[in-house]
Protein backbone atom coordinates (compact mmCIF):
# COMPACT_ATOMS: atom_id res chain seq x y z
CA UNK A 1 0.00 0.00 0.00
CA UNK A 2 2.81 2.21 1.00
CA UNK A 3 4.42 1.89 -2.06
CA UNK A 4 1.28 2.55 -4.68
CA UNK A 5 1.35 5.86 -2.58
CA UNK A 6 4.85 6.56 -3.30
CA UNK A 7 4.32 5.49 -6.89
CA UNK A 8 1.60 8.01 -7.10
CA UNK A 9 3.37 10.56 -5.70
CA UNK A 10 6.47 9.80 -8.41
CA UNK A 11 4.13 10.70 -11.22
CA UNK A 12 4.33 14.10 -13.34
CA UNK A 13 1.44 15.85 -14.30
CA UNK A 14 2.27 14.68 -18.11
CA UNK A 15 2.02 10.98 -16.92
CA UNK A 16 -1.33 11.85 -14.96
CA UNK A 17 -2.67 13.17 -18.23
CA UNK A 18 -2.14 10.37 -20.28
CA UNK A 19 -3.32 7.92 -18.25
CA UNK A 20 -6.64 9.51 -17.74
CA UNK A 21 -7.11 9.82 -21.43
CA UNK A 22 -6.25 5.99 -22.06
CA UNK A 23 -8.81 5.13 -19.82
CA UNK A 24 -11.66 6.55 -20.73
CA UNK A 25 -13.51 4.06 -22.76
CA UNK A 26 -16.86 6.36 -24.00
CA UNK A 27 -14.48 8.78 -26.34
CA UNK A 28 -11.78 8.01 -28.99
CA UNK A 29 -9.14 10.58 -28.29
CA UNK A 30 -5.54 10.38 -30.23
CA UNK A 31 -2.85 12.71 -31.45
CA UNK A 32 -2.46 13.02 -35.26
CA UNK A 33 1.26 14.24 -36.28
CA UNK A 34 1.36 17.52 -38.66
CA UNK A 35 0.78 15.24 -41.55
CA UNK A 36 -1.96 12.97 -40.52
CA UNK A 37 -0.30 10.29 -39.13
CA UNK A 38 -1.92 8.58 -35.91
CA UNK A 39 1.00 9.15 -32.86
CA UNK A 40 -1.11 8.22 -29.83
CA UNK A 41 -4.21 6.07 -28.92
CA UNK A 42 -6.55 5.57 -26.28
CA UNK A 43 -8.95 2.31 -24.84
CA UNK A 44 -12.15 4.09 -26.85
CA UNK A 45 -10.51 4.79 -30.26
CA UNK A 46 -9.48 0.80 -30.20
CA UNK A 47 -13.61 -0.07 -28.73
CA UNK A 48 -15.04 2.00 -31.52
CA UNK A 49 -12.86 1.63 -34.79
CA UNK A 50 -11.42 -1.88 -33.70
CA UNK A 51 -7.41 -0.55 -34.26
CA UNK A 52 -5.07 -2.02 -31.50
CA UNK A 53 -2.17 0.45 -31.00
CA UNK A 54 0.56 -1.16 -32.65
CA UNK A 55 -1.66 -2.01 -35.51
CA UNK A 56 -2.54 1.92 -36.23
CA UNK A 57 0.31 4.15 -34.88
CA UNK A 58 1.83 5.36 -38.09
CA UNK A 59 -0.65 4.99 -40.15
CA UNK A 60 -2.49 7.99 -41.78
CA UNK A 61 -6.28 9.00 -40.35
CA UNK A 62 -7.55 9.23 -43.38
CA UNK A 63 -8.59 5.54 -43.42
CA UNK A 64 -11.11 6.02 -40.89
CA UNK A 65 -13.21 8.25 -43.58
CA UNK A 66 -15.35 6.37 -46.24
CA UNK A 67 -14.09 5.77 -49.85
CA UNK A 68 -16.58 8.62 -50.92
CA UNK A 69 -15.15 10.89 -48.69
CA UNK A 70 -11.60 9.66 -49.28
CA UNK A 71 -12.41 10.48 -53.13
CA UNK A 72 -13.67 13.83 -52.33
CA UNK A 73 -10.34 14.65 -50.45
CA UNK A 74 -12.81 15.49 -46.90
CA UNK A 75 -9.45 14.28 -45.03
CA UNK A 76 -7.37 17.22 -45.58
CA UNK A 77 -10.14 19.59 -45.97
CA UNK A 78 -10.36 18.39 -42.28
CA UNK A 79 -7.27 19.38 -41.21
CA UNK A 80 -6.79 22.39 -43.33
CA UNK A 81 -10.05 23.48 -41.38
CA UNK A 82 -8.93 23.32 -38.17
CA UNK A 83 -5.51 24.90 -38.62
CA UNK A 84 -7.46 28.00 -40.25
CA UNK A 85 -10.38 28.59 -38.12
CA UNK A 86 -8.34 26.62 -35.15
CA UNK A 87 -10.92 23.70 -34.50
CA UNK A 88 -12.69 21.67 -37.28
CA UNK A 89 -15.64 20.31 -36.29
CA UNK A 90 -18.75 17.62 -38.15
CA UNK A 91 -20.94 14.51 -38.44
CA UNK A 92 -20.22 11.74 -40.78
CA UNK A 93 -20.03 8.25 -41.15
CA UNK A 94 -16.54 6.23 -40.14
CA UNK A 95 -15.27 3.20 -40.87
CA UNK A 96 -13.88 0.33 -38.14
CA UNK A 97 -11.27 -1.80 -38.79
CA UNK A 98 -14.00 -5.06 -39.89
CA UNK A 99 -15.70 -2.83 -42.87
CA UNK A 100 -18.29 -1.61 -40.76
CA UNK A 101 -19.38 1.94 -40.41
CA UNK A 102 -20.28 3.92 -37.36
CA UNK A 103 -21.78 7.67 -37.30
CA UNK A 104 -19.30 9.84 -35.66
CA UNK A 105 -19.20 13.16 -33.76
CA UNK A 106 -15.85 14.17 -34.50
CA UNK A 107 -13.70 17.53 -33.23
CA UNK A 108 -10.17 18.35 -34.24
CA UNK A 109 -7.93 21.00 -32.73
CA UNK A 110 -4.24 22.14 -33.69
CA UNK A 111 -1.63 21.80 -31.52
CA UNK A 112 1.25 23.96 -30.93
CA UNK A 113 4.47 24.16 -29.19
CA UNK A 114 4.95 27.57 -26.78
CA UNK A 115 6.56 29.09 -29.64
CA UNK A 116 4.15 28.66 -31.88
CA UNK A 117 5.24 25.47 -33.89
CA UNK A 118 2.36 23.14 -35.04
CA UNK A 119 2.90 20.09 -33.06
CA UNK A 120 -0.05 17.96 -34.50
CA UNK A 121 -3.83 17.54 -33.63
CA UNK A 122 -6.45 16.38 -31.25
CA UNK A 123 -8.58 14.38 -32.56
CA UNK A 124 -11.90 13.51 -30.44
CA UNK A 125 -14.33 11.20 -32.07
CA UNK A 126 -17.79 10.02 -30.56
CA UNK A 127 -19.93 6.89 -31.38
CA UNK A 128 -22.98 8.62 -31.79
CA UNK A 129 -24.34 6.29 -34.24
CA UNK A 130 -27.84 5.05 -31.49
CA UNK A 131 -28.28 8.96 -31.20
CA UNK A 132 -28.17 9.79 -35.03
CA UNK A 133 -30.91 5.85 -35.31
CA UNK A 134 -33.07 7.68 -32.40
CA UNK A 135 -33.21 11.12 -34.35
CA UNK A 136 -34.04 9.97 -37.36
CA UNK A 137 -36.73 7.60 -36.09
CA UNK A 138 -37.83 10.70 -34.23
CA UNK A 139 -37.67 13.24 -37.25
CA UNK A 140 -39.85 10.27 -39.17
CA UNK A 141 -42.39 9.88 -36.57
CA UNK A 142 -42.70 14.06 -37.02
CA UNK A 143 -43.19 13.52 -40.43
CA UNK A 144 -45.93 10.89 -40.84
CA UNK A 145 -47.72 13.32 -38.02
CA UNK A 146 -47.20 16.21 -39.94
CA UNK A 147 -48.17 14.24 -43.57
CA UNK A 148 -50.92 13.02 -40.83
CA UNK A 149 -52.37 16.38 -39.70
CA UNK A 150 -52.13 17.88 -43.50
CA UNK A 151 -53.96 14.92 -44.93
CA UNK A 152 -57.07 15.51 -42.25
CA UNK A 153 -59.73 17.70 -43.86
CA UNK A 154 -62.54 17.28 -41.72
CA UNK A 155 -60.71 19.24 -38.69
CA UNK A 156 -58.73 22.23 -38.14
CA UNK A 157 -55.76 21.27 -36.42
CA UNK A 158 -53.21 23.41 -35.60
CA UNK A 159 -50.54 25.12 -32.88
CA UNK A 160 -50.94 28.02 -30.91
CA UNK A 161 -48.50 30.05 -29.20
CA UNK A 162 -48.61 30.43 -24.90
CA UNK A 163 -50.35 33.45 -26.00
CA UNK A 164 -52.63 32.17 -28.50
CA UNK A 165 -50.72 33.01 -31.77
CA UNK A 166 -51.71 30.64 -34.69
CA UNK A 167 -47.93 28.61 -35.13
CA UNK A 168 -48.97 26.42 -38.19
CA UNK A 169 -51.98 25.34 -39.74
CA UNK A 170 -53.25 22.13 -41.74
CA UNK A 171 -56.07 21.31 -44.62
CA UNK A 172 -58.74 21.35 -42.58
CA UNK A 173 -58.44 24.72 -40.93
CA UNK A 174 -57.77 26.21 -44.14
CA UNK A 175 -61.01 24.35 -45.58
CA UNK A 176 -62.87 25.17 -42.66
CA UNK A 177 -61.90 28.46 -41.79
CA UNK A 178 -61.05 29.69 -45.12
CA UNK A 179 -57.99 31.08 -44.55
CA UNK A 180 -54.21 30.20 -46.14
CA UNK A 181 -51.50 29.35 -43.99
CA UNK A 182 -49.47 32.33 -44.88
CA UNK A 183 -52.52 34.26 -43.98
CA UNK A 184 -53.00 33.16 -40.56
CA UNK A 185 -49.36 32.31 -39.19
CA UNK A 186 -48.74 34.46 -36.46
CA UNK A 187 -51.87 36.30 -35.99
CA UNK A 188 -54.23 35.54 -32.84
CA UNK A 189 -56.37 32.83 -32.61
CA UNK A 190 -59.43 35.25 -31.31
CA UNK A 191 -60.44 36.40 -34.77
CA UNK A 192 -62.46 33.12 -35.18
CA UNK A 193 -64.49 34.14 -32.13
CA UNK A 194 -67.93 36.07 -32.92
CA UNK A 195 -67.57 39.63 -32.15
CA UNK A 196 -70.45 39.15 -29.03
CA UNK A 197 -67.57 36.06 -27.54
CA UNK A 198 -64.56 38.52 -28.14
CA UNK A 199 -66.49 41.09 -26.17
CA UNK A 200 -66.66 38.32 -23.47
CA UNK A 201 -63.59 37.30 -23.90
CA UNK A 202 -64.24 33.71 -24.46
CA UNK A 203 -60.85 33.68 -25.99
CA UNK A 204 -58.85 34.13 -23.43
CA UNK A 205 -61.07 32.49 -20.61
CA UNK A 206 -60.64 29.18 -23.03
CA UNK A 207 -57.17 29.71 -23.04
CA UNK A 208 -57.12 30.48 -19.15
CA UNK A 209 -59.33 26.98 -18.36
CA UNK A 210 -57.22 25.15 -20.71
CA UNK A 211 -54.03 26.21 -19.00
CA UNK A 212 -54.97 25.79 -15.71
CA UNK A 213 -57.36 22.11 -16.70
CA UNK A 214 -54.94 20.96 -18.91
CA UNK A 215 -58.35 21.21 -21.63
CA UNK A 216 -61.24 23.20 -22.85
CA UNK A 217 -63.80 21.70 -24.82
CA UNK A 218 -66.75 23.64 -25.90
CA UNK A 219 -69.49 24.14 -28.53
CA UNK A 220 -70.45 27.70 -30.22
CA UNK A 221 -70.64 29.78 -33.65
CA UNK A 222 -67.27 30.33 -34.97
CA UNK A 223 -66.02 32.93 -37.98
CA UNK A 224 -64.88 31.93 -41.31
CA UNK A 225 -62.52 34.16 -43.23
CA UNK A 226 -65.64 35.43 -45.67
CA UNK A 227 -67.79 36.69 -42.33
CA UNK A 228 -70.24 33.74 -42.43
CA UNK A 229 -70.42 31.64 -39.42
CA UNK A 230 -70.37 28.06 -38.61
CA UNK A 231 -71.25 25.67 -35.55
CA UNK A 232 -68.15 24.57 -34.21
CA UNK A 233 -66.87 21.94 -31.69
CA UNK A 234 -63.66 22.83 -30.32
CA UNK A 235 -61.01 21.00 -28.07
CA UNK A 236 -57.65 23.00 -27.03
CA UNK A 237 -54.81 21.32 -24.91
CA UNK A 238 -52.52 23.00 -23.23
CA UNK A 239 -48.91 21.29 -24.36
CA UNK A 240 -45.98 21.35 -21.56
CA UNK A 241 -42.26 20.33 -21.79
CA UNK A 242 -40.41 18.20 -19.89
CA UNK A 243 -40.04 20.81 -17.08
CA UNK A 244 -43.77 21.28 -17.07
CA UNK A 245 -43.81 24.99 -18.62
CA UNK A 246 -46.06 25.25 -20.34
CA UNK A 247 -44.83 25.81 -24.55
CA UNK A 248 -48.16 26.63 -26.07
CA UNK A 249 -51.72 24.63 -26.98
CA UNK A 250 -52.90 22.10 -29.48
CA UNK A 251 -56.50 23.66 -31.40
CA UNK A 252 -58.64 21.21 -32.64
CA UNK A 253 -62.09 22.64 -34.47
CA UNK A 254 -64.68 20.74 -36.15
CA UNK A 255 -67.51 22.18 -38.66
CA UNK A 256 -70.70 20.50 -37.11
CA UNK A 257 -73.25 22.62 -38.81
CA UNK A 258 -74.56 20.65 -40.74
CA UNK A 259 -75.03 18.25 -37.65
CA UNK A 260 -76.83 20.74 -35.69
CA UNK A 261 -79.31 21.53 -38.16
CA UNK A 262 -80.45 18.13 -38.79
CA UNK A 263 -80.53 17.98 -34.81
CA UNK A 264 -82.50 20.82 -34.54
CA UNK A 265 -84.55 19.71 -37.58
CA UNK A 266 -85.27 17.06 -35.87
CA UNK A 267 -86.11 18.47 -32.34
CA UNK A 268 -88.58 20.92 -34.20
CA UNK A 269 -90.00 18.17 -35.85
CA UNK A 270 -90.74 16.23 -32.61
CA UNK A 271 -91.75 18.85 -31.12
CA UNK A 272 -94.15 19.55 -33.64
CA UNK A 273 -95.20 15.71 -33.92
CA UNK A 274 -95.84 16.23 -30.26
CA UNK A 275 -98.00 18.80 -30.73
CA UNK A 276 -100.23 17.90 -33.69
CA UNK A 277 -100.63 14.31 -31.94
CA UNK A 278 -101.55 15.81 -28.67
CA UNK A 279 -104.14 18.54 -30.70
CA UNK A 280 -105.82 15.62 -32.65
CA UNK A 281 -106.40 13.70 -29.14
CA UNK A 282 -107.88 16.71 -27.66
CA UNK A 283 -109.92 17.37 -30.63
CA UNK A 284 -111.11 13.69 -30.89
CA UNK A 285 -111.75 13.82 -27.47
CA UNK A 286 -113.68 17.22 -27.58
CA UNK A 287 -115.69 16.21 -30.51
CA UNK A 288 -116.63 13.13 -29.18
CA UNK A 289 -117.91 14.63 -26.09
CA UNK A 290 -119.26 17.55 -28.05
CA UNK A 291 -121.49 15.31 -29.99
CA UNK A 292 -122.49 13.84 -26.98
CA UNK A 293 -123.88 16.42 -25.18
CA UNK A 294 -125.23 18.36 -28.27
CA UNK A 295 -127.64 15.08 -28.17
CA UNK A 296 -128.67 15.69 -24.43
CA UNK A 297 -129.10 19.33 -24.88
CA UNK A 298 -131.21 17.93 -27.72
CA UNK A 299 -133.50 16.02 -25.58
CA UNK A 300 -133.56 18.51 -22.91
CA UNK A 301 -135.02 21.14 -26.00
CA UNK A 302 -137.74 19.11 -27.07
CA UNK A 303 -138.75 18.30 -23.53
CA UNK A 304 -138.96 21.74 -22.75
CA UNK A 305 -141.29 22.57 -26.15
CA UNK A 306 -143.15 19.67 -24.85
CA UNK A 307 -143.69 20.88 -21.20
CA UNK A 308 -144.12 24.60 -22.25
CA UNK A 309 -147.63 23.39 -24.04
CA UNK A 310 -149.01 22.36 -21.64
CA UNK A 311 -147.92 24.98 -18.97
CA UNK A 312 -146.62 28.29 -20.40
CA UNK A 313 -147.80 30.64 -17.98
CA UNK A 314 -146.20 33.26 -15.21
CA UNK A 315 -143.49 31.81 -13.14
CA UNK A 316 -143.17 28.63 -15.25
CA UNK A 317 -142.76 31.00 -18.51
CA UNK A 318 -139.72 32.67 -16.95
CA UNK A 319 -138.39 29.49 -15.97
CA UNK A 320 -138.70 27.80 -19.22
CA UNK A 321 -136.74 31.17 -21.03
CA UNK A 322 -133.93 30.75 -18.51
CA UNK A 323 -133.86 27.19 -19.59
CA UNK A 324 -133.96 27.61 -23.21
CA UNK A 325 -131.32 30.53 -23.26
CA UNK A 326 -128.69 27.90 -21.29
CA UNK A 327 -129.87 25.48 -23.62
CA UNK A 328 -128.88 27.78 -26.58
CA UNK A 329 -125.57 28.80 -25.08
CA UNK A 330 -125.08 24.87 -24.59
CA UNK A 331 -125.58 24.45 -28.00
CA UNK A 332 -123.22 27.66 -29.16
CA UNK A 333 -120.64 25.85 -26.49
CA UNK A 334 -120.90 22.35 -28.57
CA UNK A 335 -120.04 24.01 -32.05
CA UNK A 336 -117.10 25.97 -30.77
CA UNK A 337 -115.81 22.89 -29.43
CA UNK A 338 -116.92 21.23 -32.78
CA UNK A 339 -115.06 23.90 -35.23
CA UNK A 340 -111.96 23.28 -33.11
CA UNK A 341 -112.46 19.35 -33.34
CA UNK A 342 -112.61 19.78 -37.37
CA UNK A 343 -116.41 18.01 -36.94
CA UNK A 344 -118.43 21.57 -37.48
CA UNK A 345 -120.44 21.45 -41.36
CA UNK A 346 -119.09 23.81 -43.55
CA UNK A 347 -120.67 25.42 -46.28
CA UNK A 348 -117.51 25.88 -48.82
CA UNK A 349 -117.48 27.63 -51.67
CA UNK A 350 -114.72 29.50 -54.29
CA UNK A 351 -114.66 33.48 -52.87
CA UNK A 352 -111.91 35.98 -52.48
CA UNK A 353 -110.84 36.61 -49.53
CA UNK A 354 -110.57 40.37 -50.37
CA UNK A 355 -114.41 40.62 -50.99
CA UNK A 356 -115.11 38.83 -47.40
CA UNK A 357 -112.48 41.28 -45.40
CA UNK A 358 -113.91 44.26 -47.28
CA UNK A 359 -117.51 43.21 -46.46
CA UNK A 360 -116.77 42.65 -42.90
CA UNK A 361 -114.27 45.60 -42.50
CA UNK A 362 -116.75 47.83 -40.49
CA UNK A 363 -117.75 44.76 -38.43
CA UNK A 364 -114.00 44.43 -37.72
CA UNK A 365 -113.61 48.10 -36.79
CA UNK A 366 -116.10 48.79 -34.70
CA UNK A 367 -114.55 45.43 -32.29
CA UNK A 368 -111.50 47.35 -31.71
CA UNK A 369 -110.93 50.08 -29.46
CA UNK A 370 -110.65 54.23 -30.62
CA UNK A 371 -106.54 54.21 -29.33
CA UNK A 372 -105.77 51.32 -32.20
CA UNK A 373 -104.34 52.04 -35.65
CA UNK A 374 -106.62 49.64 -37.98
CA UNK A 375 -104.63 49.40 -41.14
CA UNK A 376 -106.10 47.08 -43.94
CA UNK A 377 -103.93 46.18 -46.82
CA UNK A 378 -105.38 44.21 -49.42
CA UNK A 379 -103.03 42.44 -52.67
CA UNK A 380 -105.29 43.42 -55.31
CA UNK A 381 -104.44 40.46 -57.58
CA UNK A 382 -104.76 37.58 -54.78
CA UNK A 383 -106.39 34.52 -56.06
CA UNK A 384 -109.62 33.05 -55.08
CA UNK A 385 -109.77 30.32 -52.24
CA UNK A 386 -112.60 27.48 -51.10
CA UNK A 387 -113.60 28.73 -48.06
CA UNK A 388 -116.40 28.57 -45.64
CA UNK A 389 -117.55 32.57 -45.52
CA UNK A 390 -118.99 33.01 -42.29
CA UNK A 391 -116.57 30.62 -40.73
CA UNK A 392 -113.81 32.79 -42.27
CA UNK A 393 -115.34 36.33 -41.29
CA UNK A 394 -116.06 34.88 -37.22
CA UNK A 395 -112.50 33.56 -36.86
CA UNK A 396 -110.79 37.09 -38.40
CA UNK A 397 -113.21 38.77 -35.87
CA UNK A 398 -111.57 36.27 -33.11
CA UNK A 399 -108.20 37.60 -34.41
CA UNK A 400 -108.91 41.18 -34.36
CA UNK A 401 -110.68 40.52 -31.06
CA UNK A 402 -108.01 38.79 -29.21
CA UNK A 403 -105.34 41.54 -31.00
CA UNK A 404 -107.16 43.98 -29.39
CA UNK A 405 -106.99 42.82 -25.96
CA UNK A 406 -103.46 42.27 -26.23
CA UNK A 407 -103.25 46.04 -26.64
CA UNK A 408 -104.86 47.59 -23.39
CA UNK A 409 -102.83 50.55 -23.78
CA UNK A 410 -103.50 51.03 -27.89
CA UNK A 411 -101.29 50.11 -30.23
CA UNK A 412 -101.25 48.89 -34.13
CA UNK A 413 -103.41 46.23 -35.62
CA UNK A 414 -103.17 45.60 -39.14
CA UNK A 415 -104.57 43.06 -41.67
CA UNK A 416 -102.60 41.55 -44.67
CA UNK A 417 -103.76 39.83 -47.53
CA UNK A 418 -101.06 38.06 -50.43
CA UNK A 419 -100.72 35.02 -52.59
CA UNK A 420 -97.39 32.61 -52.24
CA UNK A 421 -95.86 30.01 -53.86
CA UNK A 422 -94.96 27.64 -50.71
CA UNK A 423 -91.77 25.46 -50.86
CA UNK A 424 -91.53 21.87 -49.62
CA UNK A 425 -91.21 22.06 -45.84
CA UNK A 426 -91.66 25.56 -45.55
CA UNK A 427 -94.28 25.57 -43.53
CA UNK A 428 -95.12 22.32 -41.44
CA UNK A 429 -98.16 20.44 -42.74
CA UNK A 430 -98.79 22.16 -45.68
CA UNK A 431 -97.73 20.76 -49.34
CA UNK A 432 -95.65 22.83 -51.90
CA UNK A 433 -98.01 25.14 -54.19
CA UNK A 434 -100.18 28.30 -54.71
CA UNK A 435 -102.03 29.72 -51.47
CA UNK A 436 -103.79 32.80 -50.10
CA UNK A 437 -101.76 33.90 -47.17
CA UNK A 438 -103.31 36.34 -44.57
CA UNK A 439 -101.80 38.21 -41.39
CA UNK A 440 -103.20 39.81 -38.14
CA UNK A 441 -100.64 41.69 -36.78
CA UNK A 442 -100.41 43.95 -33.32
CA UNK A 443 -98.01 45.44 -31.24
CA UNK A 444 -99.28 44.21 -27.99
CA UNK A 445 -98.05 42.21 -25.16
CA UNK A 446 -97.00 39.46 -27.11
CA UNK A 447 -96.84 35.64 -25.70
CA UNK A 448 -94.66 33.72 -24.50
CA UNK A 449 -92.79 30.76 -26.41
CA UNK A 450 -95.11 28.06 -23.47
CA UNK A 451 -98.27 30.15 -24.02
CA UNK A 452 -97.64 30.39 -27.91
CA UNK A 453 -97.37 26.51 -28.04
CA UNK A 454 -100.47 25.94 -26.13
CA UNK A 455 -102.95 28.96 -27.48
CA UNK A 456 -105.15 26.53 -29.90
CA UNK A 457 -105.46 24.20 -27.16
CA UNK A 458 -109.79 24.70 -26.01
CA UNK A 459 -109.99 26.21 -22.63
CA UNK A 460 -106.57 27.45 -22.40
CA UNK A 461 -106.35 31.41 -21.94
CA UNK A 462 -104.08 33.30 -19.95
CA UNK A 463 -107.17 36.00 -19.73
CA UNK A 464 -108.57 37.07 -16.12
CA UNK A 465 -111.53 35.13 -15.03
CA UNK A 466 -114.59 36.12 -16.82
CA UNK A 467 -113.15 37.65 -19.61
CA UNK A 468 -112.31 34.81 -21.87
CA UNK A 469 -113.70 31.42 -22.79
CA UNK A 470 -110.20 30.20 -24.12
CA UNK A 471 -111.86 28.60 -27.68
CA UNK A 472 -111.30 31.76 -29.74
CA UNK A 473 -108.08 31.06 -31.02
CA UNK A 474 -109.08 26.65 -31.02
CA UNK A 475 -112.27 27.28 -33.18
CA UNK A 476 -109.84 29.19 -35.51
CA UNK A 477 -107.41 27.00 -35.59
CA UNK A 478 -109.69 24.07 -36.32
CA UNK A 479 -111.74 25.66 -39.69
CA UNK A 480 -108.48 26.85 -41.13
CA UNK A 481 -107.26 23.06 -40.61
CA UNK A 482 -110.94 21.56 -41.72
CA UNK A 483 -110.55 24.00 -44.83
CA UNK A 484 -106.72 22.47 -46.20
CA UNK A 485 -105.14 25.36 -44.26
CA UNK A 486 -102.50 26.02 -41.23
CA UNK A 487 -102.37 28.74 -39.15
CA UNK A 488 -98.75 29.85 -37.91
CA UNK A 489 -98.38 31.85 -35.07
CA UNK A 490 -95.10 34.43 -34.93
CA UNK A 491 -94.99 35.97 -31.49
CA UNK A 492 -92.10 37.24 -28.02
CA UNK A 493 -92.84 39.30 -25.09
CA UNK A 494 -93.49 42.54 -26.07
CA UNK A 495 -92.72 42.37 -29.38
CA UNK A 496 -96.89 41.75 -30.31
CA UNK A 497 -97.98 38.56 -32.27
CA UNK A 498 -98.67 37.94 -35.71
CA UNK A 499 -100.60 35.58 -37.19
CA UNK A 500 -100.45 33.96 -40.22
CA UNK A 501 -103.47 31.60 -42.27
CA UNK A 502 -102.60 29.75 -45.35
CA UNK A 503 -105.59 28.55 -47.52
CA UNK A 504 -105.13 26.67 -50.83
CA UNK A 505 -105.53 28.92 -54.35
CA UNK A 506 -105.94 26.97 -57.34
CA UNK A 507 -103.72 27.53 -60.02
CA UNK A 508 -103.95 30.50 -62.53
CA UNK A 509 -105.42 28.41 -65.23
CA UNK A 510 -107.43 26.58 -63.45
CA UNK A 511 -109.23 29.65 -61.69
CA UNK A 512 -109.39 31.49 -65.12
CA UNK A 513 -111.22 28.30 -66.47
CA UNK A 514 -113.39 28.36 -63.59
CA UNK A 515 -114.36 31.50 -64.06
CA UNK A 516 -115.14 30.75 -67.61
CA UNK A 517 -117.16 27.84 -66.15
CA UNK A 518 -115.42 25.32 -68.90
CA UNK A 519 -114.60 22.46 -66.82
CA UNK A 520 -116.59 19.46 -66.64
CA UNK A 521 -115.70 17.03 -64.22
CA UNK A 522 -117.20 12.67 -64.43
CA UNK A 523 -117.52 11.35 -61.37
CA UNK A 524 -117.71 7.57 -61.51
CA UNK A 525 -118.34 5.77 -58.35
CA UNK A 526 -120.76 2.78 -57.61
CA UNK A 527 -121.83 3.47 -53.99
CA UNK A 528 -124.86 6.32 -54.82
CA UNK A 529 -124.63 8.35 -51.51
CA UNK A 530 -120.23 8.78 -51.94
CA UNK A 531 -121.45 10.01 -55.07
CA UNK A 532 -123.62 12.68 -54.24
CA UNK A 533 -121.12 14.00 -51.98
CA UNK A 534 -118.90 14.10 -54.57
CA UNK A 535 -121.27 15.73 -57.33
CA UNK A 536 -121.84 18.28 -54.18
CA UNK A 537 -118.52 18.92 -53.21
CA UNK A 538 -117.63 19.66 -57.21
CA UNK A 539 -120.32 21.92 -57.72
CA UNK A 540 -119.59 23.65 -54.36
CA UNK A 541 -116.16 24.76 -56.56
CA UNK A 542 -117.96 25.60 -59.86
CA UNK A 543 -117.55 22.92 -62.13
CA UNK A 544 -120.42 20.97 -64.06
CA UNK A 545 -120.63 17.54 -63.25
CA UNK A 546 -121.41 14.41 -64.58
CA UNK A 547 -121.63 11.03 -62.91
CA UNK A 548 -121.56 7.23 -63.84
CA UNK A 549 -121.81 4.09 -61.61
CA UNK A 550 -119.50 2.04 -63.44
CA UNK A 551 -116.95 1.87 -66.30
CA UNK A 552 -119.08 1.25 -69.12
CA UNK A 553 -121.32 4.35 -68.49
CA UNK A 554 -118.07 6.26 -68.05
CA UNK A 555 -116.85 5.32 -71.22
CA UNK A 556 -120.11 6.00 -72.75
CA UNK A 557 -120.43 9.66 -71.55
CA UNK A 558 -116.56 10.16 -72.40
CA UNK A 559 -117.12 9.40 -75.64
CA UNK A 560 -120.32 11.45 -76.06
CA UNK A 561 -119.56 14.68 -73.89
CA UNK A 562 -116.30 16.80 -73.31
CA UNK A 563 -114.99 15.75 -70.38
CA UNK A 564 -112.06 18.11 -68.42
CA UNK A 565 -111.52 15.64 -65.26
CA UNK A 566 -111.63 12.10 -64.78
CA UNK A 567 -112.74 11.55 -60.65
CA UNK A 568 -112.91 7.71 -60.62
CA UNK A 569 -113.63 4.75 -57.67
CA UNK A 570 -110.98 2.32 -57.80
CA UNK A 571 -112.37 -0.47 -56.77
CA UNK A 572 -115.99 -1.09 -58.67
CA UNK A 573 -117.95 -3.83 -60.13
CA UNK A 574 -119.12 -4.90 -63.36
CA UNK A 575 -115.60 -5.96 -64.80
CA UNK A 576 -113.41 -2.19 -65.18
CA UNK A 577 -111.70 -1.20 -62.75
CA UNK A 578 -110.70 2.48 -61.94
CA UNK A 579 -107.18 1.88 -62.85
CA UNK A 580 -108.27 0.31 -65.99
CA UNK A 581 -110.58 2.92 -66.50
CA UNK A 582 -107.73 5.77 -65.89
CA UNK A 583 -105.37 4.11 -68.94
CA UNK A 584 -108.51 3.65 -70.98
CA UNK A 585 -108.85 7.49 -70.68
CA UNK A 586 -104.95 8.57 -70.96
CA UNK A 587 -104.73 6.80 -74.02
CA UNK A 588 -107.86 7.95 -75.73
CA UNK A 589 -108.72 11.00 -74.47
CA UNK A 590 -104.59 12.39 -73.33
CA UNK A 591 -105.80 16.08 -72.32
CA UNK A 592 -108.49 14.90 -69.78
CA UNK A 593 -107.29 15.15 -66.44
CA UNK A 594 -107.13 12.18 -64.06
CA UNK A 595 -107.62 11.48 -60.19
CA UNK A 596 -108.27 8.18 -58.51
CA UNK A 597 -110.03 7.50 -55.03
CA UNK A 598 -110.31 4.41 -53.16
CA UNK A 599 -111.16 3.36 -49.41
CA UNK A 600 -108.20 1.67 -49.01
CA UNK A 601 -104.85 3.00 -48.41
CA UNK A 602 -102.09 2.04 -51.36
CA UNK A 603 -100.11 -0.45 -49.66
CA UNK A 604 -103.34 -2.54 -49.27
CA UNK A 605 -104.43 -2.11 -53.03
CA UNK A 606 -104.16 -5.33 -55.03
CA UNK A 607 -102.98 -3.54 -58.02
CA UNK A 608 -99.64 -2.34 -60.04
CA UNK A 609 -98.23 0.35 -57.62
CA UNK A 610 -96.27 1.23 -60.82
CA UNK A 611 -99.35 1.98 -62.78
CA UNK A 612 -100.63 4.19 -59.80
CA UNK A 613 -97.78 6.16 -59.41
CA UNK A 614 -99.08 7.72 -62.36
CA UNK A 615 -101.85 9.15 -61.06
CA UNK A 616 -103.15 11.69 -58.41
CA UNK A 617 -104.75 9.57 -55.47
CA UNK A 618 -107.36 10.46 -53.27
CA UNK A 619 -107.85 8.71 -49.46
CA UNK A 620 -111.40 8.29 -48.49
CA UNK A 621 -112.88 9.88 -46.85
CA UNK A 622 -112.03 12.90 -48.76
CA UNK A 623 -112.94 16.53 -47.88
CA UNK A 624 -112.69 19.69 -50.32
CA UNK A 625 -109.28 20.55 -49.21
CA UNK A 626 -108.14 17.16 -50.58
CA UNK A 627 -110.18 17.47 -53.60
CA UNK A 628 -108.63 20.97 -54.27
CA UNK A 629 -105.08 19.98 -54.13
CA UNK A 630 -105.40 16.88 -56.15
CA UNK A 631 -106.86 19.23 -58.46
CA UNK A 632 -103.53 21.49 -58.34
CA UNK A 633 -101.18 18.42 -58.77
CA UNK A 634 -103.44 16.11 -61.08
CA UNK A 635 -102.45 15.57 -65.11
Not at 563 to 578: E, K
Request: with cysteine; charged share 25%; hydrophobic share 40%.
Amino acid sequence: MTKQIARRQKLTESQRFQYLIAGISDYAIYMLDPEGNVSSWNTGAQRFKGYLAPEILGKHFSRFYTPEDQATGLPARALSTALKDGKYEAEGWRMRQDGTRFWASVVIDPIYDEEGTLLGYAKITRDITDKRRAEQELRASEERFRLLVQGVTDYAIYMLSPTGEVSNWNVGAERIKGYREQEIVGTHFSQFYTPEEREINMPGHALATAEREGRYEAEGWRLRKDGTRFWAHVIIDAIRDDMGELIGFAKITRDLTEKKAAADALAEANAALFQAQKMESIGQLTGGIAHDFNNLLSVLASGLEVLALGRGQGADAKTFDSMRRAIDRGATLTQQLLAFARQQPLQPETRNVNRLISGFESVLRRAVNADIDFEVRLDPDVRSTVIDSARFESALLNLVVNARDAMPEGGYLRIETADVELAENEVRGLAPGAYVRVIVSDTGTGMSAETAARAFEPFYTTKEVGKGTGLGLSQVYGFIKQSGGEIVIGTAPGEGTTMRIFLPAPSSSHEEEQRNGSERVLIVEDEADLMDVAAALYISMGYEVLTASNGAEAMDLLASRDVDILFTDIIMPNGMNGIELAGFTREHYPKVKIILASGYPLPALALDKDCLKDYVFVSKPYRLADLARALRTAN
